[in-house]
């Protein structure tokens, strides 16, 4: 069973990790916005949805299966490898082939040759999940950090480089392969692990017993998520794709940071004490808590000041973004929520529910999409959508654990909604405090500031017993480093 200090350590170092990759793609994609056009992003993010609908199908479900099975060894890591790299070929066969036919349905010839290089990313995911796989497992989150900082920095010169050279949307696209070459490199001399020639079909169906469930969650999941990416890329133009791929990367990037590092924690820890119901419950209801009270008031804070960081960050051109910057703070601020019942499902072992819980998901998701397209005719309102299909969505995913674990949707809630109501009125606020028509720079600025000093300073005010928690954490790792 994993102890706190280990899952606390565990938690710092993803964090680390996450927040080191993440600032280094924001400060690249902010340098690379202002010398390439939204129509050289569009492009990217066009084929992009290609290549992650594809990389679904290499991983499987299995690397989630490898994480979940107590006593997976050598045997399970290689067989899940093999079949992924198999995969993997197969998929890239698959894309290199359908390209012309991809280019003519856009009527954009140049996607040809981008979709079939970027596409080489398949044989490199394949490999390096299978090795984030086995880190996480062990809870080895200093080795990703490690391994991410480590290929973000070459790939993010690489890609300026390239730019400022003139290579357009190539250098996007070198930037991107580079990167997730780099992080085998790196992962290859950091993990003992190494793929050996053993392979065991007995083994691949035990693990795909339980990961062929995820696998179809995945595919309804992202199927879904890139959905509209096809639509908006299609009906609209590559550029409005861009504004809304921007509008959506500016919180995802805040919350990535915080939720990711507490769900790849999250897994193996209530994996590890999947038979103690009690314990899976308290650990679920501290993360959901406390990655609340944090990301809550970020996508707050965020959405009120979206114009002023649009206009400083990326210049008038992507302007049309703060729209879908706002919507999608809105968003993200239910994630914690997401994350926090998936995960216990999983660890659960029920990748039965997960499965259906995609698919009611989907089904809502699905028919806000439509009305968002067909009744509003615009990204803007398949954008809502997303919000209604989210709020839907949150209810669906906290029912089973009502079952499980004794923690419903309401009482979830209940526990949340300190930080929301805390959050309104900081927003409030801060709101009312845009409306001076200061200079951007300044308005900017004073309005992080004033939005740190009033969340907190209420929240300790109120003695909010989460920031108590938080503070108590940080003062036991400064006297664990400090002896």
């Not at 170092?13 to 080191?20: H, I, V």
């Not at 939720?259 to 820890?269: A, D, E, G, R, Y």
């Not at 529910?353 to 067909?374: N, P, Q, R, S």
């Not at 405090?433 to 929240?459: C, N």
């Amino acid at each position: 069973m994993p102890t706190k200090k280990t899952i606390i350590s565990s938690l710092l170092w993803k964090f680390l990790e996450r927040t080191g990759t993440q600032l280094t793609q924001f400060v690249v994609s902010i340098v690379l916005a202002r010398i390439l056009s939204p129509e050289d992003f569009g492009l990217v993010a066009l084929v992009m949805i290609f290549i992650t609908i594809s990389n679904v199908f290499v991983q499987s479900g299995l690397n989630t299966a490898l994480i979940q099975k107590k006593d997976a060894d050598d045997l399970d890591f290689s067989s899940v490898f093999f079949a992924s790299f198999a995969m993997s070929a197969f998929l890239y066969t698959v894309l290199f082939f359908a390209a012309p036919f991809i280019a003519d349905f856009y009527e954009r010839q140049e996607l040809i040759a981008v979709l079939r290089v970027l596409s080489l990313t398949l044989f490199l995911g394949a490999v390096n999940s299978i090795q984030v796989a086995y880190v996480s497992k062990y809870m080895m989150f200093k080795k990703l950090f490690l391994r991410s900082v480590g290929a973000m920095l070459p790939s993010a010169i690489l890609g300026i480089v390239l730019a400022l050279l003139g290579f357009g949307v190539w250098a996007l696209v070198c930037q991107q392969l580079s990167n997730v070459f780099l992080a085998i490199v790196v992962m290859w001399w950091s993990v003992k692990w190494h793929p050996s020639l053993k392979f065991s079909f007995e083994r691949l169906k035990g693990l795909f017993g339980f990961g062929w469930k995820l696998l179809l969650s995945s595919i309804l999941d992202t199927g879904y998520s890139n959905l509209r990416g096809l639509i908006i890329g299609k009906v609209f133009a590559p550029a409005a794709l861009a504004y809304y791929n921007r509008g959506e990367h500016f919180p995802f990037l805040v919350v990535n940071n915080i939720n990711s590092s507490i769900q790849s924690v999250m897994l193996p820890s209530l994996s590890a004490i999947q038979d103690d119901r009690p314990q899976v419950k308290r650990l679920m209801r501290r993360a959901i808590v406390t990655s609340s009270f944090l990301i809550v008031p970020l996508m707050m804070g965020l959405a009120v000041a979206a114009k002023p960081l649009v206009l400083i960050l990326l210049g008038e051109k992507w302007l049309p973004s703060v729209p879908f910057v706002q919507i999608y703070c809105a968003i993200f601020a239910f994630y914690p929520i997401h994350t926090s019942n998936l995960s216990a499902i999983n660890a659960l072992g029920r990748s039965d529910v997960f499965l259906k819980l995609e698919i009611i998901k989907k089904i809502f998701g699905i028919a806000f999409l439509l009305a968002g397209l067909f009744i509003f005719n615009s990204p803007i309102g398949i954008a809502y959508g997303v919000l209604c299909n989210t709020l839907v969505s949150a209810f669906v995913n906290a029912h089973p654990n009502k079952n499980f674990l004794n923690y419903g949707y309401f009482e979830q809630m209940k526990d949340v909604l300190p930080s929301f109501i805390l959050s309104f009125i900081m927003g409030a606020l801060l709101y009312a405090f845009g409306t001076l028509e200061l200079p951007v720079y300044l308005t900017f600025v004073l309005e992080v500031l004033l939005g740190i000093v009033i969340y907190f300073g209420l929240a300790k005010l109120l003695h909010f017993e989460c920031l108590d928690y938080l503070i108590q954490t940080v003062n036991d790792i400064r006297k664990k480093h400090g002896k």
